[in-house]
């Protein structure tokens, strides 16, 4: 609409039942725009809302094996994992070592490597197993689904 007054600007605004909003007021002269600002925030909220319905957040999920775990436990704990894998979460699988349990740490990283192997398919290994005081821990991220 070019240069003009503040007041032909609110008086236009006025006419047309709009609010005159600055868009750049440091500017010389100041830019602003005719809107219906109402409309506009509402607009807005509307956006944003629709952009955190569509985000999923990652959780980090736990697995928690045992040293001489049988196979149909270890297969169940592997479904869940599975699972978490697929809804996009991460899994944390751990070996808490107890007593004796200590001197065989070659057994936790078979038992993690089994681990490992089954769930190749459906996520990657972040951080491979390692022994951190009496627990043995290993981190597994989802594959991208691309």
């Known amino acids: 609409m070019g240069i003009m007054s503040a007041r032909d600007a609110l008086r236009l605004a006025a006419e047309r039942d709009l609010d005159l909003v600055k868009i750049a007021p ?12 109402g409309k506009y925030k509402f607009e ?7 952009v955190r319905k569509n985000q999923h957040i990652v959780e980090l999920k736990e697995i928690r094996l045992s040293l001489n775990i049988d196979t149909h436990d270890f297969e169940t704990k592997l479904g869940h994992a599975i699972r978490f894998l697929k ?18 740490p070659d057994i936790g990283y078979n038992t993690m490597n089994r681990f490992a192997e089954a769930i190749a398919e459906y996520g990657n290994i972040e951080k491979p197993a390692k022994l951190d005081g009496r627990n043995m821990l290993m981190f597994i991220t989802p594959k991208s689904a691309k």
């Open 26 to 37: 440091n500017a010389a002269p100041p830019v602003c725009k005719l809107m219906d600002y």
């Open 44 to 50: 807005q909220q509307k956006r944003e809302k629709e």
């Open 87 to 104: 809804d996009g979460d991460k899994v944390k699988a751990s070996i808490r070592f107890r007593g004796r349990e200590l001197g065989h």
